[in-house]
């Protein structure tokens, strides 16, 4: 074990027909997919896509951190 930590950082979208909360649940939950030792993520924007007057999509940026591998 490693006396130190270092981490990663990737952008992704995440989007979701019913809340910006789903949004971010679903890009965590494919993200960890494909990622070992997520740790924290950051909302960097939060936006949407609007069809017919209403709300279509919710989208949030989001930074996921992640621990290095033996670090």
Same mark, same amino acid.
């Given at each position: 074990?490693?006396?130190?930590?270092?981490?990663?950082?990737?952008?992704?979208v995440?989007?979701?027909t019913?809340s910006?909360?789903?949004?971010?649940?679903?890009a965590?939950a494919?993200?960890s997919k494909?990622?070992?030792?997520?740790?924290?993520?950051?909302?960097?924007? !939060?936006?949407?896509?609007? !069809?017919?007057?209403?709300?279509?999509?919710?989208?949030v940026?989001l930074?996921i951190?992640?621990?290095?591998?033996?670090?």
């Amino acid at each position: 074990m490693s006396d130190h930590h270092v981490y990663k950082k990737v952008e992704v979208v995440g989007s979701s027909t019913k809340s910006i909360e789903e949004a971010i649940e679903n890009a965590i939950a494919e993200c960890s997919k494909n990622l070992r030792n997520i740790e924290w993520f950051e909302v960097q924007e !939060t936006r949407g896509h609007v !069809t017919d007057g209403k709300v279509g999509h919710y989208q949030v940026v989001l930074k996921i951190g992640f621990r290095i591998e033996g670090s």
